[in-house]
């Protein structure tokens, strides 16, 4: 028996050999016959059509789009009908699912492929798989758990805008975010909570983790350059400014700690975060403050903080500032420190030169309230509650009192 050729091993073996005729397709049927195989790939590996939605892998979304053009292109049906096994075209393999065309084409926009036919399968600038699931994160929302602390932050802000107190200004591509502001996205309020330790992208551009909190009861942890982008898109999304400048008190009665302080003064309430390592003031930073009121520069009134007692002799970060207009600077402050005192930090600590000190300017209560407390001072309301420790919130003074 002679040995035989390939051919032969093949014949005998009833196996048929068919050769793809090089240069018997154009350049886009090349292409569009590439980015089939591609798909049926897909589904021979997961036993199904790619799907839409954004909890999908990118590029199952970016397959399920490709699908969706092809089967609207008729005239590639005949040059695809060899390779597809599953019946694609036809609507087969779960063809009940419904594409979600808006967040796919948003998808082919940030992936910069062209919608033509003879750019079906053409990528431009597409990163590796594992920078892409990082960089381009869409936070999904989960219900938060402490909502009730935020409530009444919405509540206000949705009263200030029905008065003209606050406005609304389209969000400009890549506009800085800072903790502490108010946005419109999808309809619904958000609050930036947190923002996390900034790193810098491979393009150089800042990037942060952020916690945001929608108005539904709800809350993401995605990326702030995702939030940005966002925004951007969405053709509703707007930031809303802080209220307007203008008088907020005008009483003048200071031996009462129930009225409020006038004058004739400006300047900026701010509340600091300490960066202190001290395992007694580190466990409490959630819910640590400093409360101070200055006619300066917040920033340089922070500048020298390590070395400072007052600052806890450690690196501060700037969590809230209210800007003020014709009030005592020095009565507002005292008013503010008298109605969270039962709050004050108990702690000494010693100076630079051994000399103890016991700050007085440091209370234990969670931001959301000293942001109700401030408002409430300006509309005059904060006379009728009193700061109750245990719950860590306002509670109204009884009627008798």
């Known amino acids: 028996m002679h040995d035989m050729?390939?051919?032969?091993?093949?014949?005998?073996?009833?196996?048929?050999?068919?050769?793809?005729?090089?240069?018997?397709?154009?350049?886009?049927?090349?292409?569009?016959?590439?980015?089939?195989?591609?798909?049926?790939?897909?589904?021979?590996?997961?036993?199904?059509?790619?799907?839409?939605?954004?909890?999908?892998?990118?590029?199952?979304?970016?397959y399920a789009v490709r699908l969706d053009r092809l089967r609207d292109q008729g005239e590639f049906h005949d040059l695809l009908a060899p390779l597809d096994e599953f019946g694609l075209l036809s609507g087969g393999m779960d063809a009940d699912q419904a594409p979600e065309p808006e967040g796919d084409e948003a998808l082919l926009a940030e992936l910069e492929i062209d919608e033509h036919a003879d750019d079906i399968t053409t990528l431009k600038h597409v990163k590796p798989h594992a920078e892409i699931n990082a960089a381009e994160e869409v936070a999904r929302r989960t219900p938060c758990a402490d909502f009730d602390e935020f409530e009444p932050m919405f509540e206000r802000v949705r009263?200030?805008?029905?008065?003209?107190?606050?406005?609304?200004?389209?969000?400009?591509?890549?506009?800085?975010?800072?903790?502490?502001?108010?946005?419109?996205?999808?309809?619904?309020?958000?609050?930036?909570?947190?923002?996390?330790?900034?790193?810098?992208?491979?393009?150089?551009?800042?990037?942060?983790?952020?916690?945001?909190?929608?108005?539904?009861?709800?809350?993401?942890?995605?990326?702030?350059r995702s939030f940005q982008r966002a925004l951007y898109k969405d053709d509703a999304g707007r930031r809303i400014t802080e209220p307007e400048a203008g008088p907020l008190f005008d009483a003048d009665n200071d031996?009462?700690?129930?009225?409020?302080?006038?004058?004739?003064?400006?300047?900026?309430?701010?509340?600091?975060?300490?960066?202190?390592?001290?395992?007694?003031?580190?466990?409490?930073?959630?819910?640590?403050?400093?409360?101070?009121?200055?006619?300066?520069?917040?920033?340089?009134?922070?500048?020298?903080?390590?070395?400072?007692?007052?600052?806890?002799?450690?690196?501060?970060?700037?969590?809230?500032?209210?800007?003020?207009?014709?009030?005592?600077?020095?009565?507002?402050?005292?008013?503010i420190h008298r109605f969270f005192s039962a709050a004050r930090l108990d702690i000494e600590l010693k100076d630079r030169f051994e000399n103890p000190v016991r700050p007085q300017e440091w209370f234990l209560v969670p931001l959301p309230v000293i942001d109700e407390v401030v408002h409430r001072i300006e509309d005059r309301t904060i006379v009728d509650f009193e700061y109750d420790l245990a719950s860590a919130s306002l509670k109204r003074i009884r009627e008798e009192r």
């Open 159 to 224: 009263a200030e805008l029905d008065r003209g107190v606050r406005r609304t200004r389209r969000f400009q591509r890549d506009a800085e975010i800072k903790r502490g502001e108010f946005f419109i996205l999808g309809g619904q309020l958000a609050y930036v909570a947190e923002i996390g330790e900034e790193f810098r992208t491979e393009q150089d551009r800042r990037n942060a983790k952020l916690r945001v909190i929608f108005d539904n009861r709800t809350e993401s942890h995605g990326l702030l």
């Open 5 to 62: 050729d390939d051919d032969e091993l093949l014949a005998a073996l009833e196996i048929s050999v068919e050769e793809r005729k090089t240069g018997a397709f154009t350049p886009v049927q090349e292409r569009v016959i590439a980015g089939f195989e591609d798909i049926v790939r897909f589904v021979r590996e997961h036993g199904r059509r790619p799907s839409h939605g954004e909890d999908r892998d990118i590029f199952e979304r970016l």
């Open 255 to 335: 031996d009462d700690p129930h009225e409020l302080p006038s004058g004739d003064e400006s300047g900026t309430i701010y509340v600091l975060r300490s960066r202190s390592s001290d395992t007694g003031i580190a466990s409490k930073r959630a819910v640590l403050h400093k409360i101070g009121v200055t006619g300066n520069d917040v920033e340089k009134r922070i500048s020298n903080a390590e070395m400072d007692p007052t600052f806890l002799m450690a690196g501060v970060e700037v969590v809230a500032t209210y800007r003020l207009y014709h009030i005592n600077r020095s009565k507002l402050e005292n008013l």
